[in-house]
């Protein structure tokens, strides 16, 4: 049973600080790796994915993988209060498999 | 270019009543996954849709059930209900086309079900 892991929070940082989620996953074979936000009351939307090791940047966002820890990050640069949401992690894989496995996911609350 | 719409958004049902959600998806898209969401479990994969086929099927009782149109239109049923079936209910499409593609999963709104 592939899992995926991630704190629940909420992680709550000021407004203009880095805020760092992370996500664990279980299979070695994942291939493919999803970042999603889901504010309240609203379905979740794709922000950021990544298939290589390494760190991959779009605007303010940063997804960081590392296969070998089987660890996936994301990174919100100049946190903004409207970043304040549910952030999801989704992993696909192995080879094949490309239904996605979603973590719990962390909530995040950046105050002024 | 429209998104994925869901219907009903929210609805009240009883306990051992039986429920049918819609789900349209983005034009184009031939892949529908249908997911519950709840605050315990999180998104758990109901089952995908491709090409009136049902493709992959996650771990849920064969109360749940599905099928897709020719149209690529999905519904969800649900039958003799249960109070743990409360919860949100979310319909996904994806362009993905073959295994082993990966694709970003759009999400409809949800609807909403509620079991008294």
């Known amino acids: 049973q592939k899992e995926v892991e991630q704190n629940s929070g909420p992680l709550s940082v000021p407004e203009g600080a880095i805020a760092s989620l992370n996500c664990t996953y279980s299979d070695r074979g994942s291939q493919s790796f999803f970042w999603y936000r889901q504010y309240s009351g609203k379905s979740p939307e794709l922000i950021m994915f990544?298939?290589?090791?390494g760190d991959k940047e779009d605007g303010r966002f940063t997804a960081q993988l590392n296969k070998a820890s089987q660890y996936v990050s994301l990174l919100i640069r100049d946190s903004q209060p409207s970043d304040s949401a549910t952030y999801l992690c989704?992993?696909?894989?192995?080879?094949?498999?490309?239904?996605?496995?979603f973590g719990r996911g962390t909530s995040l609350i950046v105050h002024p | 270019k429209a998104g994925v719409t869901q219907t009903p958004r929210y609805l009240i049902k009883t306990r051992g009543q039986q429920v049918t959600l819609s789900c349209s998806p983005i034009s184009g898209h031939r892949s529908v996954s249908w997911y519950q969401q709840t605050p315990g479990q999180g998104l758990q994969f109901l089952f995908e849709?491709?090409?009136?086929?049902?493709?992959n099927k996650g771990n849920f009782p064969g109360r749940f059930s599905g099928r897709q149109f020719s149209n690529s239109r999905s519904e969800m049923n649900v039958s003799t209900l249960e109070l743990g079936d409360s919860a949100l209910y979310l319909c996904?499409?994806?362009?993905?086309?073959?295994?082993?593609?990966?694709?970003?999963?759009?999400f409809g709104e949800g609807s909403r079900l509620t079991v008294l």
């Open positions: 996904a499409s994806s362009l993905v086309a073959l295994a082993g593609d990966t694709g970003e999963l759009f």
């Open positions: 990544i298939y290589s090791n």
């Open positions: 849709y491709f090409s009136e086929t049902q493709r």
């Open positions: 989704a992993v696909t894989g192995p080879r094949g498999s490309y239904i996605p496995t």
